[in-house]
């Protein structure tokens, strides 16, 4: 079955540096997602991608993170300076549909940051 | 705005025990409901979901069946197995109201065997 591959797995990183993270969705899904998952929390939306146009970032700090989808395939996610509170996993998922029309969400495995 | 409430954690069973795990919801709209699961290490992949009033969602043995006079969605299985151990959220999406995908969250279920 196909899989939405993120990459790093881990990532440790000291605060003010920048941090980028990676991913890659299930052929021919044209949402993309990224979630910000914080320990014993569930998934916070930061921003929704249908195809290469944002259609949601109204939980991105967009003062230190920006997202892009130039080619509406994968996206990256950069975080600049990272401050301590950044740390948590970093989900992307994608869906065929948008999401809202009842579509699931596929998610990849993460990519875990620490800032120390 | 939309919202999802679940039952705190952590629930422990033995295995083959009655498993019911609370979700609840508030939704301006018509929101279609999903338990996601999140077995350690791993991202979260669907388990059920329900796109109406009345509809039940079924799969590996876990049922959860869309109450709109109770607004709630509440997770169900009949005899847990120790690989049932994962992390379970309740989420919701709404068109009609805020219009993104809402997260509870999450329960962690831990069965002995």
């Known amino acids: 079955e196909a899989e939405v591959a993120q990459s790093p797995r881990y990532k440790i990183t000291e605060k003010s540096q920048a941090v980028a993270f990676w991913c890659d969705p299930i052929?021919?899904?044209?949402?993309l997602y990224w979630y910000r998952q914080i320990l014993g929390q569930g998934p916070e939306l930061l921003v929704q991608?249908?195809?290469?146009?944002?259609?949601?970032d109204s939980q991105l700090p967009k003062d230190r993170f920006s997202a892009e989808r130039l080619k509406g395939v994968d996206s990256t996610l950069k975080i600049q300076p990272a401050e301590l509170g950044d740390s948590a996993m970093y989900l992307c998922a994608s869906s065929y549909g948008q999401g809202t029309d009842g579509s699931p969400l596929h998610f990849g495995n993460g990519t875990r940051l620490t800032v120390t | 705005g939309d919202s999802v409430t679940q039952m705190e954690g952590p629930v422990t069973l033995s295995e083959e025990a009655c498993l019911t795990i609370?979700?609840?919801?508030?939704?301006?709209?018509?929101?279609?409901l999903f338990w996601y699961v999140q077995y350690p290490g791993e991202g979260l992949q669907l388990l059920l979901k329900?796109?109406?009033?009345?509809d039940k969602g079924s799969n590996k043995g876990f049922e959860a069946t869309y109450r709109k006079e109770t607004t709630s969605f509440h997770l169900e299985k009949g005899s847990v197995q120790v690989s049932d151990s994962a992390v379970y959220f309740c989420a919701l999406s709404d068109p009609g109201g805020d219009d993104k995908i809402i997260f509870g969250k999450g329960t962690r279920l831990h069965i002995l065997p």
């Open positions: 609370n979700c609840t919801y508030t939704a301006t709209g018509y929101p279609s």
């Open positions: 329900a796109t109406k009033a009345d």
């Open positions: 052929s021919g899904h044209a949402t």
């Open positions: 991608f249908q195809d290469e146009s944002v259609v949601d």
